[in-house]
Protein backbone atom coordinates (compact mmCIF):
# COMPACT_ATOMS: atom_id res chain seq x y z
CA UNK A 1 0.00 0.00 0.00
CA UNK A 2 2.88 2.40 1.21
CA UNK A 3 4.46 2.24 -2.34
CA UNK A 4 1.13 2.63 -4.31
CA UNK A 5 0.72 5.70 -2.04
CA UNK A 6 4.51 6.99 -2.83
CA UNK A 7 4.02 6.26 -6.97
CA UNK A 8 0.57 8.10 -7.44
CA UNK A 9 1.71 10.93 -5.36
CA UNK A 10 5.01 10.87 -7.33
CA UNK A 11 3.10 10.66 -10.85
CA UNK A 12 0.10 12.75 -9.61
CA UNK A 13 2.49 15.63 -8.67
CA UNK A 14 3.89 15.55 -11.33
CA UNK A 15 1.15 16.03 -13.46
CA UNK A 16 -0.35 18.62 -11.42
CA UNK A 17 2.72 20.52 -11.58
CA UNK A 18 2.33 20.61 -15.41
CA UNK A 19 -1.00 21.09 -15.61
CA UNK A 20 -0.84 23.76 -13.25
CA UNK A 21 1.91 25.81 -14.88
CA UNK A 22 0.05 25.11 -18.23
CA UNK A 23 -2.74 26.53 -16.62
CA UNK A 24 -1.01 29.77 -15.21
CA UNK A 25 0.52 30.38 -18.29
CA UNK A 26 -3.08 30.41 -19.97
CA UNK A 27 -5.16 32.20 -17.30
CA UNK A 28 -2.82 35.02 -17.48
CA UNK A 29 -3.07 35.25 -21.19
CA UNK A 30 0.91 35.47 -21.79
CA UNK A 31 2.32 36.64 -25.43
CA UNK A 32 3.14 33.03 -25.86
CA UNK A 33 0.15 31.42 -24.94
CA UNK A 34 -2.02 33.87 -27.17
CA UNK A 35 0.72 33.24 -30.04
CA UNK A 36 0.45 29.21 -29.57
CA UNK A 37 -3.62 29.00 -29.02
CA UNK A 38 -5.09 31.45 -30.76
CA UNK A 39 -2.76 32.35 -33.59
CA UNK A 40 -0.64 29.00 -34.40
CA UNK A 41 -3.91 26.28 -33.63
CA UNK A 42 -6.85 28.83 -34.47
CA UNK A 43 -8.90 29.11 -31.05
CA UNK A 44 -10.41 32.29 -30.47
CA UNK A 45 -9.02 34.57 -27.76
CA UNK A 46 -11.54 33.80 -24.86
CA UNK A 47 -10.47 29.77 -25.38
CA UNK A 48 -7.42 30.04 -23.50
CA UNK A 49 -8.63 31.71 -20.01
CA UNK A 50 -11.10 29.43 -19.70
CA UNK A 51 -8.93 26.21 -20.87
CA UNK A 52 -6.99 27.74 -17.72
CA UNK A 53 -9.39 27.92 -15.44
CA UNK A 54 -10.83 24.55 -16.24
CA UNK A 55 -7.21 23.30 -15.78
CA UNK A 56 -6.79 25.19 -12.45
CA UNK A 57 -10.10 23.82 -11.14
CA UNK A 58 -8.49 20.00 -12.46
CA UNK A 59 -4.95 20.43 -10.54
CA UNK A 60 -7.26 20.97 -7.39
CA UNK A 61 -9.87 18.05 -7.68
CA UNK A 62 -6.34 16.12 -8.44
CA UNK A 63 -5.00 17.24 -5.26
CA UNK A 64 -7.71 17.77 -2.43
CA UNK A 65 -8.41 13.90 -0.53
CA UNK A 66 -11.69 13.00 -0.89
CA UNK A 67 -14.22 13.53 -3.75
CA UNK A 68 -13.36 10.30 -5.94
CA UNK A 69 -16.31 11.26 -8.48
CA UNK A 70 -15.21 14.91 -9.22
CA UNK A 71 -11.58 13.02 -9.23
CA UNK A 72 -12.75 11.01 -12.05
CA UNK A 73 -14.43 14.27 -13.58
CA UNK A 74 -11.13 15.98 -13.81
CA UNK A 75 -8.87 12.68 -14.96
CA UNK A 76 -11.78 12.59 -17.55
CA UNK A 77 -11.07 16.55 -19.05
CA UNK A 78 -7.54 15.91 -18.63
CA UNK A 79 -7.99 12.99 -21.07
CA UNK A 80 -9.75 15.25 -23.19
CA UNK A 81 -7.43 18.37 -23.02
CA UNK A 82 -4.60 16.51 -23.49
CA UNK A 83 -5.84 14.67 -26.48
CA UNK A 84 -7.54 17.76 -28.31
CA UNK A 85 -3.77 19.37 -27.65
CA UNK A 86 -2.12 16.38 -29.65
CA UNK A 87 -5.00 16.52 -32.51
CA UNK A 88 -5.17 20.55 -32.81
CA UNK A 89 -1.31 20.05 -33.53
CA UNK A 90 -1.81 17.64 -35.98
CA UNK A 91 -4.48 19.09 -37.86
CA UNK A 92 -2.53 22.80 -38.05
CA UNK A 93 0.71 20.25 -39.91
CA UNK A 94 3.01 20.41 -37.43
CA UNK A 95 5.72 17.86 -37.43
CA UNK A 96 6.14 14.73 -34.95
CA UNK A 97 8.69 16.98 -33.33
CA UNK A 98 6.03 19.65 -32.21
CA UNK A 99 3.82 17.32 -31.02
CA UNK A 100 5.90 14.06 -29.91
CA UNK A 101 6.90 15.63 -26.56
CA UNK A 102 2.87 15.25 -25.38
CA UNK A 103 3.25 11.21 -24.95
CA UNK A 104 5.55 12.20 -21.51
CA UNK A 105 2.51 14.03 -20.66
CA UNK A 106 0.39 10.69 -21.35
CA UNK A 107 2.61 8.44 -20.01
CA UNK A 108 2.63 10.97 -16.59
CA UNK A 109 -1.26 11.06 -16.44
CA UNK A 110 -1.51 7.59 -17.69
CA UNK A 111 0.74 6.15 -14.63
CA UNK A 112 -1.33 8.79 -12.12
CA UNK A 113 -4.82 7.46 -12.85
CA UNK A 114 -3.84 3.62 -12.99
CA UNK A 115 -1.95 4.12 -9.43
CA UNK A 116 -5.31 6.30 -8.19
CA UNK A 117 -7.39 3.30 -9.02
CA UNK A 118 -4.61 0.77 -7.56
CA UNK A 119 -4.77 3.07 -4.94
CA UNK A 120 -8.64 2.58 -4.44
CA UNK A 121 -8.73 -0.83 -4.85
CA UNK A 122 -6.04 -1.13 -2.34
CA UNK A 123 -8.20 0.75 0.43
CA UNK A 124 -11.31 -1.20 -0.40
Not at 54 to 59: D, Q, T, Y
Not at 66 to 81: K, M, N, V
Not at 90 to 99: L, R, T, Y
Amino acid sequence: MKKINIFYWIFTGIFAAFMLFSAIQSIRNTPESIALVSKHLGYPLYFNPMLGIAKLLGVIALIVPGFPRIREWAYAGFAFDLIAATYSSIAVGDPASGWGFMAIFFVVFICSYVFYHKKLNATA
